[in-house]
């Protein structure tokens, strides 16, 4: 956690604020006006600090791993930190979105699914769909990283060092901040280490859902 401490490339609980109210503008600004990369950028934004998870983690969840349910909705992410089994397929995991956060996501999985998106359709493309209606490839590392500072500098987040990583750690200091509970950090950011995954096993999913839902009433809250 020592990490956390570096000022240049760390954000604050305040700025994670900034940075949801930030995406969740331009998100529906960009569905409402039809622009893919501007409602793309802001619903990957507000997925990651709903998930706290890794930008390549992301990157590799498709539309069929998105289960919405009425009381929120599981995700089945890829544990790309944790040794793979001899077929090469990465170990997976249910992250688990309190209801606001499946709202969010619902909202982009049914603009998406309005132009075609099927299950096999990364849940973050690249470009939206050509005129056979056929989706791309996922959004690169490096194009995920552009879109995220850009849009971290549009709410005055802008230093050297803070980039796309800076939300997972982001999304530890709200939660901790919130909570005081750094049993539900560890299980948010679902570190890979056997101590960390012991922690996350024996952690009631009760108390991990309302370490979610107030670090997300801390951004919901007025700027």
Do not use: C
């Amino acid at each position: 956690m020592r990490w956390l401490l570096d000022p240049t490339r760390a954000i604050t609980p305040e700025e994670v604020r900034r940075a949801f109210h930030g995406a969740r503008t331009q998100a529906e600004a960009g569905r409402g006006g039809n622009r893919f990369r501007q409602a793309r950028d802001g619903h990957l934004v507000l997925f990651l600090l709903a998930t706290g998870a890794r930008i390549s983690e992301v990157l590799a969840v498709r539309r069929g791993d998105v289960v919405l349910r009425k009381d929120g909705a599981e995700v089945s992410m890829p544990r790309l930190k944790t040794k793979a089994p001899k077929n090469g397929v990465p170990p997976r995991t249910l992250v688990w979105l309190v209801p606001a956060d499946a709202d969010d996501l619902r909202s982009w999985v049914h603009w998406l699914e309005m132009r075609g998106a099927i299950d096999a359709t990364p849940l973050f493309t690249g470009s939206p769909p050509d005129s056979a209606g056929l989706w791309t490839d996922p959004l690169t590392r490096q194009a995920a990283r552009v879109a995220i500072k850009k849009l971290l500098a549009s709410v005055g987040i802008e230093r050297t060092g803070v980039a796309a990583h800076a939300l997972r750690h982001g999304v530890a200091v709200t939660t901790l901040r919130t909570t005081g509970n750094t049993r539900a950090v560890q299980a948010r950011l679902r570190h890979s280490d056997l101590k960390t995954t012991e922690t996350y096993a024996r952690m009631p999913m009760d108390d991990y859902r309302v370490a979610a839902q107030s670090a997300r009433d801390f951004m919901e809250a007025p700027e």
